[in-house]
Structures are given as C-alpha cells and as structure tokens.
C-alpha cells in the first residue's frame, strides 16, 4: 500500500475499502466459529472429567455463542 492519495476517476481507493471490508467479516466469521469451537472443546472436556453427559457440551455451547456474539458486536462497532 502507497501512501498517495488515489488519483481521480481511479477505483484503486474503492478496491481498498471494498478489501478492507471483505477481511473484516472474515476475520468476524472465524472469531465466531473459533468462540463457538472452544465452548464445545470445553464442554466436552467437562463431560468427560465429571460424567455430566449433556450438561457440559450445552453450557459450552451457550457460553461460546454468548462470545461470539459479544465479539462480532465489539468488531462491528468499529466501523459505526
């Protein structure tokens, strides 16, 4: 990336915001699976260590939702 201004009738700078933006719900899309990820690594690994069958994957799956959310929101807020 250059630091001039793109010039006139260039869709150079429009090509940069339209990237920007295609990285950003990337970036918001693998945030919210990884959240959702380790709340079922960690629910299955509660299931496994105490013999709570259901009860650890569905608090995992809840907390990492509840994660992922915040953090799409936290990202969004950015570009508001």
């Known amino acids: ?30 945030t919210a699976a990884g959240c959702v990820a ?5 629910g299955l690994w509660f299931d496994r260590a105490t013999g709570l069958s259901p009860l650890g994957i569905l608090v995992g799956i809840v907390l990492g939702s509840v994660a992922a959310v915040v953090s799409v929101v936290q990202q969004i807020r950015r570009f508001l």
């Open 38 to 42: 380790v709340g079922v690594v960690l």
């Open 1 to 30: 990336m250059s630091d001039r201004a793109p010039e006139e009738g260039s869709d150079q700078g429009n090509d940069e915001k339209s990237m920007a933006a295609g990285v950003a719900f990337a970036v918001m899309g693998t």
